[in-house]
T-cell receptor
Framework: AQSVTQLDSQVPVFEEAPVELRCNYS??????LFWYVQYPNQGLQLLLKYLSGSTLVKGINGFEAEFNKSQTSFHLRKPSVHISDTAEYFC??????????????FGTGTRLQVTL | DTAVSQTPKYLVTQMGNDKSIKCEQNLGHDTMYWYKQDSKKFLKIMFSYNNKELIINETVPNRFSPKSPDKAHLNLHINSLELGDSAVYFC????????????FGPGTRLLVL
């Protein structure tokens, strides 16, 4: 089974400042890793994903994340945030086992609050 | 056209009632999911169907019964609603059952009084 830990439930940040949202995972098998964003009263939208290959993954809206296998982490970063980035961010993991049903396990979310 | 749609968007009902929420997708995907998001925003998978066949069935009370009449639709029927069923229910789809990227609907906000 997989699990995901998002250590920060809330991250306040000023506009144009950099931000890092932390995600650590646990799994006995290889995994795929994801970051989803949820704007208020909306569904989840995929920001980026790591499947294989380069450990630095670039996503939409200027976000990027780095897969670190030794630290079992997949932290999300943005060099300069905007007010419109205020949302809930979810890290998720699924086992990368061929022939098995893909099942996302989510972290508890991090609320990014951007202020002026 | 909305890729993944859910109806209703909001549902307020009394304890003990039976209700259904519906999900439709026009992406041509083979796999559909139901997730429950509780009041603390925690998301947990409930069910998954692939080509109308149930492939994931997590530990969910048997008052919850999914039904997939065709590949484009996945409905969730809930019997004897309880206060603890209040949550946001999200439908999601993916191209295949072991394909990684899932696309989420806007959610159905259920409030049980």
């Amino acid at each position: 089974a997989q699990s995901v830990t998002q250590l920060d439930s809330q991250v306040p940040v000023f506009e144009e400042a950099p931000v890092e949202l932390r995600c650590n995972y646990s799994s006995s098998v290889s995994v795929y890793l994801f970051w989803y964003v949820q704007y208020p009263n909306q569904g989840l939208q995929l920001l980026l994903k790591y499947l294989s290959g380069s450990t630095l993954v670039k996503g939409i809206n200027g976000f990027e994340a780095e897969f670190n296998k030794s630290q079992t982490s997949f932290h999300l970063r943005k060099p300069s945030v905007h007010i419109s980035d205020t949302a809930e961010y979810f890290c998720a993991v699924s086992a990368s086992i061929t022939g098995t049903a893909s099942k996302l396990t989510f972290g508890t979310g991090t609320r990014l609050q951007v202020t002026l | 056209d909305t890729a993944v749609s859910q109806t209703p968007k909001y549902l307020v009902t009394q304890m003990g009632n039976d209700k259904s929420i519906k999900c439709e997708q026009n992406l041509g995907h083979d796999t559909m999911y139901w997730y429950k998001q509780d009041s603390k925003k925690f998301l947990k998978i409930m069910f998954s169907y692939n080509n109308k066949e149930l492939i994931i069935n997590e530990t969910v009370p048997n008052r919850f019964s999914p039904k997939s009449p065709d590949k484009a639709h996945l409905n969730l029927h809930i019997n004897s609603l309880e206060l603890g069923d209040s949550a946001v229910y999200f439908c999601a789809t993916a191209r295949g059952y072991n394909v990684e990227t899932q696309y989420f609907g806007p959610g159905t906000r259920l409030l049980v009084l």
